[in-house]
């Protein structure tokens, strides 16, 4: 079985991450979105919301599963059986940063591939802080995010 790793913070979830997801999962038996509590990011949802958004969203995609992890990627990926790290490219912006991620990873082992994928170019301008952003000021994100995680958000900033 050929299992894959989606590493990040989906801080929340947004139709961008839905859409690697899917091209994902035609490409490898099992998927794994893995939250994140990256330490130099503080997020808005706590892991188990965000899990808890994950697990909604891709309930309807056979091959994924969501979990979280504290460890290091490759070390995880590893303990999972994984042989491919999945990341989203949308712009050039990205690619410095996932560049040295990738070869970085590489380094810290050989086994494990980093896959980059490119979602619908609708999503290329589309990230979770903007999304935070604009959701903060009650802004309308519906367009960028599934229902459930809309609705998270009006919960999360209607005291605000
Ligand atoms: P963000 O940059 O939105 O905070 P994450 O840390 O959750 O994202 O990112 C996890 C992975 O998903 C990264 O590889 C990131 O490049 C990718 N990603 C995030 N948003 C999109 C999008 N709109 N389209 C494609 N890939 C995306």
Do not use: W
Request: proline share 4%.
């Amino acid at each position: 079985m050929r299992i894959a790793i989606y590493p990040g913070t989906f801080d929340p979830i947004t139709n961008g991450h839905v859409d690697i997801i899917k091209r994902a999962s035609t490409l490898f038996d099992k998927v794994i979105v893995a939250v994140t509590t990256n330490p130099s990011k503080t997020p808005l949802f706590s892991v188990d919301e965000r899990v808890d958004m994950v697990a909604r969203v891709i309930s309807s995609i056979e091959n994924i599963e969501v979990d979280s992890f504290t460890d290091l990627l490759v070390n995880y990926a590893l303990r999972k059986k994984a042989v491919a790290i999945i990341r989203g490219l949308r712009a050039i912006s990205d690619f410095e940063y996932e560049f040295q991620m990738a070869l970085f990873n590489r380094k810290l082992s050989e086994e494990l591939v980093t896959v980059f994928l490119m979602p619908n170019e609708r999503y290329t301008y589309l990230n979770s802080k903007i999304v935070r952003e604009v959701a903060s000021f009650h802004g309308d994100v519906s367009c960028f995010v599934p229902k459930y995680v809309h609705q998270k958000l009006k919960d999360k900033f209607s005291t605000t």
